[in-house]
């Protein structure tokens, strides 16, 4: 795994970032008194879209 910092709209970043990843990881949040996880614009954007896999982690609790 590697880290990096990039500068941009994070939507669009992510996304070109994905063309050389595998897989990407965003992160989601835990919805209290839900099942599940709540995925915000980007997230949802960068799963849909990526051009490869997508890692989707809870955020801790």
Known sequence: ???R???GP???VL???SHAAD???VGARRNPGH???RLGRVAHG????AACA???VPERT
């Open 1 to 3: 795994m590697h880290a």
């Open 5 to 7: 910092t990039l500068e």
């Open 10 to 12: 994070t939507r669009e």
């Open 15 to 17: 996304l070109a970032a």
């Open 23 to 25: 897989p990407l990881a």
């Open 35 to 37: 099942f599940g996880l």
């Open 46 to 49: 960068v799963l849909h879209h």
């Open 54 to 56: 997508v890692a989707v």
